[in-house]
């Protein structure tokens, strides 16, 4: 069960952090930069988390590098963003209640773009994983923990620097423990000549 889990998955998202504190403080610092600039914050991020995702299960070290290198994910992290984001805020601005709902209705979304598939696939698959659960309190659990992580970075800009990669990997491992560990499917890189 995802929620019985969650004393284990922050242990392990902090044994994560300790082993890859380098790469993922270095790659927060270059999605807050990129997000001074807005336009490229959501394609840095995409990338980080896709980086995290794949290094939590290959068990290599993260490269700080990634946040920047993946182009393939510029469209798909606007599309995320925007398919994502307007409905939450809209949510969250009608009585906060439906913008949780859609909040864990969407839980996985962004770990399923960044695991290679398409923003509507996605989002369509988050929300048959959320209904196929009878333990729907247990996304409410985890969602608490990623929320009380978004309050702590909101104290200070140092807090942020920690808690974003803390963020993005409790993420990965939340989808890793629900849907196993299946090998990651990178965006084709095709070269035009």
Known sequence: MLDSRIDQRSKRTWDFFLANVEGLLIGTLVVLVGSLFIIPAPWLALN??????????????????AAY??????????????????????GYALLIVPGVLLSLYWFHAPMLVADGRRVGDALSESGRIFRARSDWASYLLNWLVLAVLGGVAGLTAFAVVLTLPLTLIYLALCYTDETGHVPLTLPRREVVV
Request: hydrophobic share 40%; glycine share 10%.
């Open 69 to 90: 290198d993946r182009q393939g994910n510029f469209l798909r992290s606007w599309g995320l963003a925007l398919a994502m984001g307007i409905p939450i805020a809209i």
């Open 48 to 65: 980080l988390l896709q980086e995290t995702l794949e290094c939590s299960r290959t068990g290599r070290r993260v490269r700080w590098q």
